[in-house]
């Protein structure tokens, strides 16, 4: 048997490592949204349970023996088995609602939720968790030429940074939009199972029974893909997804697009899609079409200028159309949409949107409204709910404000949104509520219309809207002609009812907890995660409703206990040197708020761009690129300095790299919310910053652990552990608290509190020993 001491083979699998943990979390992330509606509390939970995985990996690996040959073999194997086990999660949360039986039009509730996460994120993380140390105790071994390594843990980490970093590049600009979950995964199964019969060959020879094995099953997966194996397989589990979600439809076409899942089914002449797991819509609708259009269109006398903003090709927009308007303007996110539905529509739907006065527009809505300079009679507003921070953005003051700027004077803004016919529990109303005011704020005229989908309709002075019957009856008659598509004046009474509308506005004028929704606190999107939870069983709010009056003292108060509690246990200890033993701990400290402040300000620029520029999916894989690109530089950089002392490393860990998380905390908090050209290199430029800052924490914190060198496997998985669990714990109360509930001010404002909490270790760690006449800690 050949002795393993190629540090090239540690590399390559290191990289596909980091490669495939960032496509598995990709496409497992990407499956959990299709099922799930795209909720953003699902993708702090999965975030929670990718890091929980890992960080229990790691912290398990630090049990194993180390054994050379078995940790050469144990890494081949993990990395191999990783696209095999994440094609088995991907087909389980797939069929979730089957598992779970759930019914169909049933919301996932948060215990359904949980499980699926921690079933189908879990397991893979722990695998790449698992294998991260392993990893490092074998690269410490693998050059024998220059000697052990003495930071083994810092060269893994930079080489999985950078394999991650092509991973997130592979799958956002190839493979995203364009290939399927199982497809994406049989690739990358083949190419680790190609590496894992390389090393195979080369430690036991070509002519052992197992490399014959492995290289039988590698033809197999290759032999595979030209009769489209993978492609039947991932249809049959979507099928079988979708004949639980929508029973007695037939699934005619779906679509992994680069934004959402797409899917569409028909019974009976009736379509219905679904975007992301939820029903979306159907057609054709008539009837329920035209009271919509004919509400919007009849709120002025004159209507020239049309903006439709989200769905409406598979019939509002025909119904605008039939109206004397001079031009409409559609405006959709995912390109997708139109060439899914467009072959299911009838032909004179079709022929219709061939008409010269429609445009059709594949983009942002936001961003479309900055860059035109288009002014509208009246816009009507589809928008995604706000069940994610980043689609807040369409329910904000600074929103409202460009949709005002963009109508002509006595222009009309329509918007509806999910409620209730004739009952307002709290959450119901603070959310209603919430939006009423921000809308109120900018639109002085001001009318909400009562139903099941209560409308909102605000006009721009000196317009004013209306829900009088016979005024909408006669602007339409005048319009359309007397036959009027045979709406009447009692359809518009049926649907208008005055005393029911000045009840609901004069409820919502007066809601309690009601504030001003705006881009620096995204409250909506906390508020409609509490209605959810209602519709859904309830189960969050024992938790919830504390959280929405939560302020900074509590967050601070809890890390101020902690950081004391755990300080006076260090120092109080006597095993070992004084300045050793808190220099140890206030490296773990350090390197735990290191991944806490990395992946929260990575989550905060996220939001930020998404508020600034809208998801344009490519922009956002160049953010995460960024971090990775900064992650694999600052490893790498402080990986290399081995000549420097260790006063001189613990001068970087507890003085530098905090001081540059406090100037970028500052600069993010100082240049959000403002636009221009400058703002979206200046975005790379912080993002980049941000995984720089924390890649150079990770090897630094490993060689103030271990400064020797020894025990690398535990010295790797307590690091990574750590690391990890900083990461989840920012993933988590960024993204489902920090951000809604306190707003960017305080969130940057407790993210520098903890910039500076290695710092302040280091100055009590002085403070309290006895003075001996040296000391290396800064």
């Given at each position: 048997m050949k002795r393993i001491q190629s540090a090239g083979e540690v590399t390559i699998a290191a990289f596909l490592l980091g490669f495939m943990a960032m496509v598995g979390q990709l496409v497992l992330l990407r499956a959990l949204l299709g099922v799930f509606n795209g909720n953003e509390l699902l993708i702090a939970?999965?975030?929670?349970?990718?890091?929980?995985?890992?960080?229990?990996?790691?912290?398990?690996?630090?049990?194993?023996?180390?054994?050379?040959?078995?940790?050469?073999?144990?890494?081949?194997?993990?990395?191999?088995?990783?696209?095999?086990?994440?094609?088995?999660?991907?087909?389980?949360?797939?069929?979730?609602?089957?598992?779970?039986?759930?019914?169909?039009?049933?919301?996932?509730?948060?215990?359904?939720?949980?499980?699926?996460?921690?079933?189908?994120?879990?397991?893979?993380?722990?695998?790449?968790?698992?294998?991260?140390p392993v990893l490092a105790a074998w690269g410490a071994r693998a050059d024998r030429r220059s000697g052990p390594r003495p930071n083994a843990a810092g060269w893994i980490y930079w080489l999985e940074a950078t394999g991650s970093l092509a991973g997130g590049l592979l799958f956002t600009f190839v493979w995203a939009g364009r290939t399927g979950p199982v497809c994406v995964l049989w690739a990358c199964l083949v190419g680790c199972v190609g590496y894992l019969l390389l090393g195979e060959v080369r430690q036991r020879g070509p002519a052992h029974p197992a490399s014959w094995g492995i290289g039988l099953a590698l033809l197999l997966l290759v032999g595979a893909i030209p009769l489209r194996l993978p492609r039947q397989f991932q249809e049959h589990v979507i099928r079988r997804a979708w004949e639980a979600m929508a029973p007695g439809f037939r699934l005619l076409s779906w679509q992994d697009s680069r934004y959402q899942f797409l899917s569409l089914g028909e019974r009976d002449g009736q379509y219905c899609l679904y975007l992301n797991g939820l029903l979306a819509g159907s057609f054709p609708e008539p009837f329920e079409t035209s009271r919509r259009v004919h509400l919007a269109m009849n709120q002025q006398d004159l209507t020239a200028d049309v903006l439709l903003a989200g769905q409406g090709l598979e019939g509002e927009t025909q119904a605008i159309l039939a109206y004397p308007c001079r031009s409409l303007t559609v405006v959709y996110l995912d390109p997708a949409y139109p060439d899914l539905i467009l072959p299911f529509l009838d032909p004179p739907s079709r022929?219709?949107?061939?008409?010269?006065?429609?445009?059709?527009?594949?983009?942002?809505?936001?961003?479309?409204?900055?860059?035109s300079g288009s002014r509208h009679d009246l816009i009507i507003l589809h928008p995604p709910p706000p069940v994610t921070a980043a689609f807040n953005r369409f329910y904000t003051e600074e929103f409202f404000k460009l949709c005002r700027d963009r109508l002509r004077p006595g222009?009309?803004?329509?918007?509806?949104?999910?409620?209730?016919?004739?009952?307002?529990?709290?959450?119901?109303?603070?959310?209603?509520?919430?939006?009423?005011?921000?809308?109120?704020?900018?639109?002085?005229?001001l009318l909400v219309m009562p139903g099941q989908h209560p409308k909102f309709i605000a006009a721009r002075p000196p317009g004013a809207p209306?829900?009088?019957?016979?005024?909408?009856?006669?602007?339409?008659?005048?319009?359309?002609?007397?036959?009027?598509?045979?709406?009447?004046?009692?359809?518009?009474?049926?649907?208008?009812?005055?005393?029911?509308?000045a009840w609901l506005q004069r409820t919502l004028e007066a809601t309690p907890g009601a504030v001003v929704n705006t881009d620096r606190h995204p409250v909506v999107f906390w508020q409609n995660l509490q209605v959810w939870d209602l519709v859904s069983g309830g189960t969050l709010g024992a938790w919830s409703r504390p959280l929405a009056s939560l302020g900074l003292a509590g967050p601070f108060g809890v890390m101020g206990v902690l950081f004391a509690a755990i300080f006076l246990w260090v120092h109080r200890r006597r095993s070992g040197d004084h300045d050793e033993r808190m220099a140890r701990a206030g490296a773990c400290l350090g390197v735990w708020t290191a991944g806490l402040i990395g992946m929260g300000l990575e989550i905060v620029l996220v939001y930020q761009f998404q508020t600034l520029y809208g998801y344009v999916y490519s922009s956002i894989g160049l953010l995460f690129a960024g971090f990775m690109l900064g992650l694999a530089g600052g490893a790498w950089f402080m990986n290399r300095q081995a000549h420097w002392g260790l006063s001189t490393v613990h001068r970087w860990a507890f003085v530098l790299i905090p001081a540059g998380q406090l100037m970028l905390c500052l600069s993010i908090w100082t240049a959000y919310g403002h636009h221009g050209g400058w703002m979206q290199p200046l975005l790379l430029i912080q993002v980049t910053t941000s995984g720089t800052l924390t890649g150079l924490y990770f090897p630094a914190a490993c060689r103030i652990h271990r400064p020797e060198g020894d025990q690398p496997l535990l010295n790797a998985a307590r690091m990574d552990s750590l690391d990890h669990l900083g990461a989840l714990a920012g993933a988590g109360l960024t993204g489902l608290v920090f951000l809604p509930v306190l707003g960017i001010d305080r969130t940057m404002l407790l993210f520098c509190g903890l910039a500076a909490a290695p710092p302040l270790w280091a100055a009590l760690a002085r403070w309290t020993r006895k003075p001996p006449p040296e000391s290396t800690f800064p």
């Open positions: 939970v999965t975030f929670v349970f990718w890091f929980l995985g890992i960080a229990t990996g790691a912290w398990t690996a630090g049990w194993l023996p180390e054994n050379e040959v078995r940790l050469a073999g144990c890494t081949r194997l993990a990395v191999a088995g990783l696209p095999a086990l994440a094609i088995v999660l991907v087909t389980a949360i797939l069929l979730a609602r089957i598992w779970l039986g759930v019914a169909p039009g049933q919301p996932f509730s948060p215990a359904q939720i949980l499980p699926v996460c921690a079933l189908g994120v879990f397991p893979y993380a722990f695998g790449v968790g698992l294998s991260f022929h219709a949107l061939g008409d010269s006065r429609l445009r059709q527009v594949s983009g942002d809505l936001v961003a479309h409204l900055r860059r222009g009309v803004l329509t918007l509806e949104l999910a409620g209730a016919d004739n009952f307002l529990g709290p959450e119901m109303q603070t959310y209603l509520g919430t939006v009423y005011q921000t809308l109120a704020k900018v639109f002085p005229r209306t829900i009088d019957p016979e005024l909408l009856y006669a602007r339409l008659r005048q319009k359309l002609g007397q036959d009027a598509g045979g709406f009447t004046v009692h359809h518009f009474r049926g649907m208008l009812e005055d005393s029911r509308a």
